[in-house]
């Protein structure tokens, strides 16, 4: 079983006159950035001029410095830039500035499991990862709530950092929930199967496959839509809050056994073992030396594979559809849906069929 850590097991001492660098001020970025502030601990944003994070991080409060002074000036460094960044920029910024004591944080282990990145012996090294957007987890920590994380130690120079990770949970709120112990490859190779065998490859593709179905034998695509892609969201939030077989008590019978009985014929052994190679190639490197290659060779595939899904008849259908409920978008960017009363949301699952 996973060892959890809460607020009792995390103390704000330890930040006491030091300074947290967080370098990218993304959508992961700026969600950390102002709960740490919020939580009363000094916070420096380091963001290149020129672009709208820019700005919005100066619209927040902060004085937007390059990625070098941040490094010169922080004590725990948190690298939360995009993966095929992290290199250059520590390379270049970070690394001349690195120096006995100071920590080294990260929100993903893949620049580190992949040696993409390779800190000196004589510095912390740890991650916390939040299992959620960094809009939900500003949206969470306003409410008086928390997006659990996961927390790893991969180097521990001064005999401290676990106690800086648990902290820097806590600053950011994770500890309202619940953080995870857990190591750099196993966070890695769990978010890189999980993103490609169900929540983004595999989701997307099972929702395209069926609408394609449906249009192919003639059902009309607006439909399909509905039935492939927009009435998801309510099934997930079913499992999201009770699980599968909460979801289950939730939707009809006849739901019910369509689930039980075809989605194994569906997602059968020969799906499964497709999933095995793909971890197969998450664990031997394969797939991170694939995606280095392609963003270093400009994304020739990357952008031709994001262009034909632009064009596909699922995201026309969609986009006019969406026109119709412009809330939805409005949702989407905010990063949470408004809550249902109890009563509206009953009556809303029970025609889920």
């Given amino acids: 079983m996973a060892k959890i850590y809460y607020d009792k097991d995390a103390d704000f001492k330890i930040f006491k006159n030091k300074t947290i660098a967080i370098i990218g001020y993304g959508i992961q970025g700026r969600g950390q950035a102002l ?6 601990v000094k916070v420096i944003v380091a963001q290149r001029p020129g672009g709208p994070n820019y700005d919005l991080a100066k ?14 000036q922080g004590d725990l460094i948190i690298l ?4 095929t960044l992290q290199a250059q920029i ?8 690195l120096k006995s004591g100071k920590a080294l944080g990260f929100s993903h282990g893949f620049a580190i499991l992949y040696r993409l990145v390779q800190p000196p012996k004589e510095v912390d090294v740890m991650m916390v990862a939040p299992k959620g957007p960094g809009s939900l987890l500003r949206s969470q ?3 008086g709530k928390g997006v659990p994380s996961l927390v790893a130690v991969q180097q521990d120079a001064t005999g401290r950092a676990k106690a800086v990770a648990l902290a820097w949970a806590k600053g950011i709120g994770s500890t309202r929930a619940g953080v995870l112990e857990t190591t750099f490859k196993e966070e890695t190779e769990t978010d890189n199967f999980g993103e490609q065998a169900v929540l983004c490859g595999g989701a997307s593709a099972l929702i395209k496959a069926g609408f394609e179905t449906l249009v192919e034998a003639g059902y009309q695509p607006e439909l399909a839509y509905f039935e492939c892609l927009h009435e998801l969201k309510l099934i997930t939030d079913m499992i999201w809050a009770g699980g599968i077989q909460g979801m289950r008590q939730r939707v009809s019978d006849t739901a019910k056994w369509g689930d039980i009985s075809r989605g194994p014929r569906v997602i059968d052994a020969h799906v499964k073992e497709n999933m095995r190679q793909l971890l197969r190639e998450i664990q031997s490197g394969q ?3 694939e995606w280095v290659a392609e963003h270093e060779a400009g994304r020739p595939n990357f952008n031709r594979l994001m262009q034909q899904d632009d064009q596909h008849l699922i995201e026309q259908t969609g986009a006019k559809l969406r026109e119709m409920m412009p809330w939805i978008t409005q949702q989407g960017q905010n990063g949470k849906a408004k809550r249902r009363s109890k009563p509206a949301q009953k009556r809303r699952l029970a025609r889920v069929r």
Avoid: C, H
């Fill in 59 to 72: 619209k927040d409060g902060f004085k937007p410095i390059s990625a070098s002074e941040a490094a010169t």
């Fill in 80 to 83: 939360l830039a995009q993966d």
């Fill in 141 to 143: 920590f306003l409410e």
């Fill in 35 to 40: 709960n740490l502030r919020d939580s009363g």
């Fill in 287 to 289: 797939f991170a030396k």
């Fill in 90 to 97: 520590y390379r270049e910024s970070i690394a001349p500035y």
